[in-house]
């Protein structure tokens, strides 16, 4: 199921419970100074900005907090190339499939994905650690 918000062009990309499965961000969509693209309650936030010249963000850090996390999410965003993402739910069911190019940001929340590179491409992936790949993938 494919939502995108009123106030902003996002896609949101849900399972059949309304569960959160990812959501893309799409370089020309960023258009508001300053967006979360996650509710508040998500184990792993994602924001997007799109601030002026001269703009600051106000000296901070993050205090140490412990928080319980129960699902690994990943961020990919390309730099270069093309590449599909296709995306499961939490039962491993095929729910959607997603083109990336350059300078696009896909956040993986829940389910499964699997990723197939169109053209040679250059991307990072941020995900939460520790990461133990023995336990922290399963493949299918």
Same mark, same amino acid.
């Given at each position: 199921?494919?939502?995108?918000?009123?106030?902003?062009?996002?896609?949101? /990309?849900?399972?059949? @419970?309304?569960?959160?499965?990812?959501?893309? /961000?799409?370089?020309?969509?960023?258009?508001?100074?300053?967006?979360?693209?996650?509710? @508040?309650?998500? !184990?792993?936030?994602?924001?997007?900005? @799109?601030?002026?010249?001269?703009?600051?963000? !106000?000296?901070?850090?993050?205090?140490?907090?412990?928080?319980?996390?129960?699902?690994?999410?990943?961020?990919?965003?390309?730099?270069?190339?093309?590449?599909?993402?296709? /995306?499961?739910? !939490? @039962?491993?069911?095929?729910?959607?499939? !997603?083109?990336?190019?350059?300078?696009?940001?896909?956040?993986?929340?829940?389910?499964?994905?699997?990723?197939?590179?169109?053209?040679?491409?250059?991307?990072?992936?941020?995900?939460?650690?520790?990461?133990?790949?023995? /336990?922290?993938?399963?493949?299918?």
């Amino acid at each position: 199921m494919l939502q995108s918000d009123v106030e902003w062009v996002i896609m949101k /990309i849900y399972c059949e @419970n309304n569960i959160l499965l990812a959501a893309v /961000i799409k370089l020309e969509d960023i258009n508001k100074e300053k967006n979360f693209v996650t509710d @508040n309650e998500e !184990e792993f936030q994602v924001a997007s900005f @799109n601030l002026k010249k001269d703009t600051k963000i !106000e000296r901070h850090h993050h205090p140490h907090q412990n928080r319980e996390i129960k699902n690994t999410s990943e961020v990919l965003t390309v730099l270069g190339g093309r590449i599909k993402v296709n /995306i499961y739910d !939490e @039962n491993l069911k095929f729910v959607h499939e !997603e083109t990336l190019v350059t300078g696009e940001t896909i956040a993986l929340f829940r389910g499964g994905h699997e990723i197939e590179i169109l053209e040679d491409s250059k991307f990072i992936e941020s995900k939460q650690g520790p990461y133990i790949e023995d /336990i922290d993938k399963i493949r299918f």
